[in-house]
């Protein structure tokens, strides 16, 4: 037996089982292929090769997974030999039988490691794909060229465009494997299907020969669709084009030059910003779930959930919850108000039932855990509980009172409010150890984020509760200290503001909109404002007008278009006017003669800004709100702020999020930036104390998400 190891205890151990030399991978968490592993696969190929006993060779997985692919941690860092394609090219190459036997993910290099092999053969439960595309990729170790060959470019376009996972089943009607195991067992079902392939004496048959892509005109068909559809649909990208080439090369060109096409297109791709943004995301998004709470103590038992309060949020939130299989009580101030909080939920189901995303059965199972009522005693139960009522802190105070009385010792009370003070809710109650926020973004059963908001009595096991809900909704909690508006809708508020003062000074909406869409979000901030209604801003401004600062600029447009009940897409007006039934609006003459007015009023005379000076200050506004909101210990890290954009406001993912955006655009320029406008408006451009130290410092916000 040999055994190569390496610091961080990445093993390939090969041993001889009869005359089959089993090679398994052990590099926990998920058998990652460093050079650790590569160089042990290659090894282990050589020792096959030169023993005489070995009659086949097994590849399988230590742990939960085969193997999940490539070593994301080593991108970016200088290559290590030998490398990937050269691994794979030498098991493809063996004299001998190489079966890979398939448990959990086989992902990316993974993956090609088994399309390498020679036979494949999968246990139920398995999940196998090729997921480069999501982080700014191709599959870079002849994926591109060895699936297309084994399954058709048709299929493997499509595995490859999606980034998607397949299931066992799948995956052998895909003819991606060549059989599924009868049991779990993978070591056991792996070496006897190498014994039944000694015993029929079968050679090694390489995926290189494999005949998928012999009808030449269903795989030209193929890539014409392929090329049509992709670059609409993935603006900005650079894999997905790349990724269609390459099947292209796969269809036109010898093996050998597939996969120095291939090879090239990997690398122009691996040194892209997009893939650094992409796999920051990649690591941000597990990262945030790691807080000083989660790592301090365990989370309570959930099981049984109760909602107050059944509008827009409160079903949104029974919706999620009951599609995690929790069971739901949702409590309503009478009987009216509880029939329309369940007609809200069927609302939500039917809606995904009209868009064919769900049956009629899966909503009636899902309702079969969903239960109503008018007493807070049917919490009694609850392990948790997620208010939403009016966001008003007397009537949250109110609700908080009745939970204290009626639920259980050991509870958790949630609130979902956006800006209340959560501490005062706490104070309130006899248990302020047990109350935190949960701040879902609407649509609640389908934007990812969720804000866990920790005022500074709660327990550290209720903070692990939340992020294990979080978990088990399939969201991304992200951990935000009390202050007005917590993480994301703080920064909201700065950089529209910024997006408002633009467009006084000269720039339409409809052009903040472009420029902001073209530097990747989905919608620009009119768009939104269109969409979540004009009215909700509105009344949270007209709050806010004692206490804000009188010298503070103040940009009345919104407050006009609002005073004409222009709220957006449900009035038929707003920033836009919306023909009948119309969710894509037109640019409205009227609304630019509102602006020319208050311009005038104002006395501003409108200036031309390019797209690129709207963007510079749309981001300046947004990257310095996230470093306050880090230097006020309102977010963690940087990081944190960047899962915040991405998964609740749209932020492009392959940018990273606004502080990696930053540091890849320069935190020295960006800081220049706010000085310059600071010229003009020096209370609202005040840089960030944490902007003004990292740059006198010559750092970046990554080496804060590395400190921490
Ligand atoms: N490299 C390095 N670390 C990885 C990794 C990888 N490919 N995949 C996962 N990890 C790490 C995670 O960062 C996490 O680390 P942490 O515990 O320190 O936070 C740990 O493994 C566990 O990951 P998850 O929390 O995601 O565990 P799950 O069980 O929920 O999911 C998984 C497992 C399905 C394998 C999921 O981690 C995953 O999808 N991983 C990425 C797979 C992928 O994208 N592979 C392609 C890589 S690119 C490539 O192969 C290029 C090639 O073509 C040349
Ligand atoms: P909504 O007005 O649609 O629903 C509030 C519901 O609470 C109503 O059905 C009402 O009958 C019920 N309610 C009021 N008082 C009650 C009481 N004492 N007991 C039981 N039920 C009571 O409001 P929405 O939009 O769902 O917001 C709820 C909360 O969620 C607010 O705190 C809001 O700030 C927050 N929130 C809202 C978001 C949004 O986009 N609408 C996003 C994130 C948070």
């Known amino acids: 037996m040999t055994l190569l190891s390496a610091p961080e205890s990445a093993t390939v151990e090969h041993e001889l089982r009869g005359n089959i030399l089993v090679v398994t991978i052990d590099h926990a968490p998920v058998n990652a292929l460093n050079s650790v592993v590569r160089r042990g696969l290659i090894e282990a190929i050589d020792a096959a090769e030169v023993n005489p006993s070995v009659r086949a060779v097994l590849i399988v997985g230590a742990g939960r997974n085969f193997i999940a692919g490539a070593d994301i941690r080593e991108f970016g860092m200088p290559a290590q030999p030998p490398a990937l394609p ?34 494949r053969i999968v246990v139920e439960g398995a999940k196998l794909g090729l997921p480069e595309v999501q982080l700014g990729l191709l599959p870079g170790a002849g994926g591109t060229q060895r699936a297309t060959r084994l399954v ?14 397949v299931d066992a089943q799948e995956a052998l009607r895909l003819g991606l494997v060549d059989r599924v195991g009868q049991s779990a067992d993978v070591l056991n079902e792996g070496l006897a299907y190498a014994h039944e392939l000694i015993a029929t004496q079968a050679a090694p048959r390489r995926t290189r020969d494999a005949r998928g ?10 890539i014409a669709a392929a090329r049509a559809n992709t670059q609409k649909k993935t603006r900005g990208l650079l894999s997905p084009m790349k990724i269609i080439d390459c099947v292209a090369a796969a269809a036109n060109l010898s093996f050998e030059e597939g996969l120095r096409f291939e090879r090239e297109q990997f690398l122009e791709c691996a040194d892209s910003p997009q893939r650094a943004g992409l796999v920051h995301a990649f690591f941000a998004e597990r990262e945030v779930q790691k807080s000083p709470e989660t790592r301090a103590a365990r989370s309570r038992p959930i099981r049984s959930v109760g909602v107050v ?5 409160g079903a949104g939130i029974a919706v999620a919850l009951l599609d995690a299989g929790l069971s739901v009580t949702m409590i309503e101030r009478d009987g009216d108000a509880l029939q329309r909080g369940r007609a809200h939920v069927e609302k939500v189901y039917d809606g995904l039932i009209g868009k064919g995303r769900l049956t009629q059965e899966t909503k009636a199972r899902a309702l079969q855990c969903f239960h109503g009522d008018t007493s807070y005693d049917a919490l009694a139960d609850a392990d948790i ?56 973004f609407s649509p609640a059963n389908i934007m990812k984020l969720l804000e866990v908001v920790v005022p500074p009595r709660v327990s550290a096991d209720v903070v692990a509760t939340a992020f294990d809900l979080a978990k088990k909704l399939r969201k991304v909690g992200v951990r935000a200290g009390v202050c007005d508006g917590f993480i994301g809708n703080r920064m909201l508020a700065v950089y529209r503001a910024a997006a408002d003062h633009l467009m006084e000074d000269g720039a339409s909406p409809y052009q903040i909109d472009k420029a902001v869409r073209d530097f990747g979000f989905p919608m620009g901030p009119y768009q939104v404002i269109d969409l979540a209604g004009g009215d909700i801003g509105w009344a949270a401004r007209k709050r806010r007008a004692l206490t804000r600062d009188p ?22 007006r707003g920033f836009y006017r919306y023909d009948e039934g119309a969710r894509i609006g037109k640019p409205d003459p009227e609304v630019e003669l509102i602006i020319a007015t208050e311009r005038e009023r104002a006395g501003v005379a409108p200036r031309v800004f390019s797209d690129e000076q709207i963007v510079r ?8 709100e996230g470093a306050n909101v880090v230097h006020d210990g309102i977010a963690l890290r940087p990081l944190d702020v960047d899962a915040t954009l991405i998964h609740g406001f749209g932020f492009p993912r392959y940018r990273g999020g606004p502080m990696h955006y930053a540091d890849t655009f320069g935190l020295d320029s960006v800081l220049a930036d706010i000085r310059e406008f600071a010229k003009d408006d020096p209370l609202f451009w005040r840089a960030s104390p944490l902007l003004v130290e990292l740059v006198a410092r010559g750092a970046n916000f990554a080496s804060l998400n590395r400190a921490a």
């Open 309 to 313: 309060g059944g509008g827009t949020m």
């Open 86 to 119: 050269d691994v794979c090219n030498r098991i493809e190459a063996c004299g001998k039988p190489v079966v890979a036997a398939i448990h959990g993910a086989a992902l990316g290099g993974g993956l090609e490691v088994a399309l390498a092999s020679h036979y």
């Open 213 to 222: 892509l012999a009808d030449q005109q269903a795989s030209a068909t193929a």
């Open 551 to 572: 010298h503070a600029r103040y940009v009345r447009i919104s407050d006009e278009l609002c005073e004409r009940g222009w709220f957006g897409q449900k009035t038929g």
């Open 385 to 440: 509980v997620i208010e939403a009522v009016f966001e008003d802190m007397a009537v949250k105070k109110a609700v908080f009172t009745e939970l204290d009385r009626a639920c259980k010792q050991g509870a958790v009370l949630a609130t979902n409010t956006s800006y209340l003070d959560i501490d005062e809710i706490a104070a309130s109650i006899s248990r302020p150890h047990d109350v935190l926020g949960l701040h879902f």
């Open 152 to 165: 058709g470019a048709e299929s493997a376009l499509s595995l490859m465009l999606s980034g998607r996972h």
């Open 617 to 624: 200050r749309y981001m300046a506004a947004m990257i310095n």
